[in-house]
């Protein structure tokens, strides 16, 4: 029931471009998306609701492709910030409340 | 400044013996939920409540028990902890629900012995 994450870990130069994809075995209401720095708590990127928008934050961005059960985060220009551990989290329908996390990606973003 | 407290930040403790992590937020959101974070299985819903009263399982409930008796307070309890509830624990609030931004505590990092 939780969403797999790919891939499990990257490492970029900076300036690079990395794709995290999300994929779930059931239909999707909404997906999340949180960035976790080590010995930190995990915080907000953004939400997607079903019908496949595409948001933005920052040089960050993210689509729902609600008929794949799938989600990607792109980001663009990779910054040392960006480093962190980024998880998806999934909403299924007639699952209020229920928010299930992927098991993460690790993003290390070097000089 | 609007935050979610957790309480302790580290605990130790032995098989058997009941504790409470302690949740607090003051942003007046409705909904809270509990995670435990272990390696390579990302974070792991325990509890989540909708409002005052209103409570219910996410995908790791066993072992652990949660009350919503007022708004701010999200309290997690270990009747009979065990080694296998080691863990980093966070708690989350949000404002309309787990539909909008959630905001996580600082994280409670508890062992088993």
């Known amino acids: 029931q939780q969403p797999v994450q790919s891939p499990q870990a990257v490492i970029l130069r900076e300036g690079e471009d990395a794709v995290i994809n999300c994929s779930s075995s059931k239909a999707l209401y909404s997906v999340h998306w949180y960035r976790q720095k080590h010995g930190e708590a995990p915080v907000f990127l953004m939400i997607?609701?079903?019908?496949?928008e595409q948001k933005g934050h920052e040089k960050i961005s993210a689509s729902f492709n609600e008929k794949k059960q799938q989600s990607s985060l792109y980001l663009t220009a990779s910054q040392l910030s960006y480093s962190g551990t980024y998880f998806c989290g999934t909403e299924g329908y007639n699952q209020g409340g229920k928010l299930i996390f992927g098991q993460g990606t690790e993003l290390s973003v070097k000089p | 400044e609007a935050q979610v407290t957790q309480n302790p930040r580290y605990l130790i403790t032995v098989t058997g013996k009941k504790l409470t992590v302690t949740c607090s937020q003051n942003?007046?959101?409705?909904?809270m939920s509990w995670y435990r974070q272990d390696p390579g299985l990302g974070l792991r819903q325990i509890y989540y409540s909708m409002n005052v009263e209103v409570t219910d399982k996410g995908d790791v409930p066993e072992g652990y028990k949660v009350s919503r008796k007022e708004k701010r307070n999200f309290p997690l309890i270990l009747e009979s902890p065990s080694p296998n509830q080691t863990s980093l624990y966070f708690c989350?609030?949000?404002?309309?629900?787990?539909?909008?931004?959630?905001?996580f505590g600082s994280g409670t990092q508890l062992s088993v012995l």
């Open positions: 942003m007046n959101h409705e909904y």
């Open positions: 989350a609030s949000g404002d309309k629900g787990w539909r909008e931004k959630l905001f």
């Open positions: 997607l609701l079903k019908g496949g």
